[in-house]
């Protein structure tokens, strides 16, 4: 089955600083991948995903690459602001699967007024 | 509110009782999700069902665990005689059929019920 691993597990940022998450893959035929930010006690909420045949998307401050061959995709938040502090997650998922999705194991970001 | 909601928000047992969670799902979306999420893990594929066809089950998911959806709307998740291991935060998701045109793949999540087994 799919497996994502997910870099780094925490990452503390001062305010106007930029982040940048990890992740890798190892189901070639994963097609669909979201990022989830979820605040404490909070349900996961998505702020950006992409899919295989893009390799790049931007929305605001936010932005994901997407690299096939190597089968990595990276989140990139720039201007951070403490309300961008909360745990990121990223995954894989399948379309003719169901878009059942396998879930990195997170990243605490902190951002430092 | 039109989100997904679970309920109930939060439930106590004792080892060996049998709980049942239920999900409502955003009213227009045919797919609905199950996961399990354990303290400062990513969430974990439990099972998933189009309409009410049960497509997939985890390998997580013993024979303890049972999910419906008799009628391709709202969602139970069953465990029957809960072990301390189960304690976890079980989300539901929905979204609508992905992989058509212009068909968004957001799986949107519930607030989850955790569940403490003592």
């Known amino acids: 089955g799919e497996n994502v691993e997910q870099h780094p597990s925490t990452l503390s940022v001062q305010e106007g600083d930029s982040a940048v998450i990890k992740c890798t893959y190892s189901d070639s035929a994963s097609n669909y991948f979201p990022w989830y930010k979820q605040e404490l006690g909070k349900r996961p909420q998505l702020i950006i995903d992409?899919?295989?045949?893009?390799g790049e998307k931007k929305d605001q401050r936010i932005a994901v690459t997407l690299n096939k061959t190597a089968k990595h995709f990276s989140l990139h938040i720039t201007e951070t602001q403490p309300e961008d502090s909360a745990v990121y997650f990223c995954a894989a998922g399948f379309g003719a699967a169901g878009n059942k999705l396998t879930f990195g194991g997170g990243t605490r970001v902190l951002v430092k007024p | 509110d039109t989100g997904v909601s679970q309920d109930p928000r939060h439930k106590i047992t004792k080892r060996g009782q049998n709980v049942t969670f239920r999900c409502d799902p955003i009213s227009e979306h045919n797919r609905l999700y199950w996961y399990r999420q354990t303290l400062g893990q990513g969430p974990e594929f439990l099972t998933y069902f189009q309409n009410e066809a049960q497509l997939e089950k985890s390998r997580l998911l013993s024979d303890r665990f049972s999910a419906e959806r008799p009628k391709g709307s709202f969602s139970t998740l069953e465990i029957q005689r809960t072990e301390q291991g189960d304690s976890a935060m079980y989300l539901c998701a929905s979204s609508p059929r992905g992989g058509l045109a212009g068909v968004s793949n957001e799986q949107f999540f519930g607030p989850g019920t955790r569940l403490t087994v003592l």
């Open positions: 992409i899919r295989s045949n893009v």
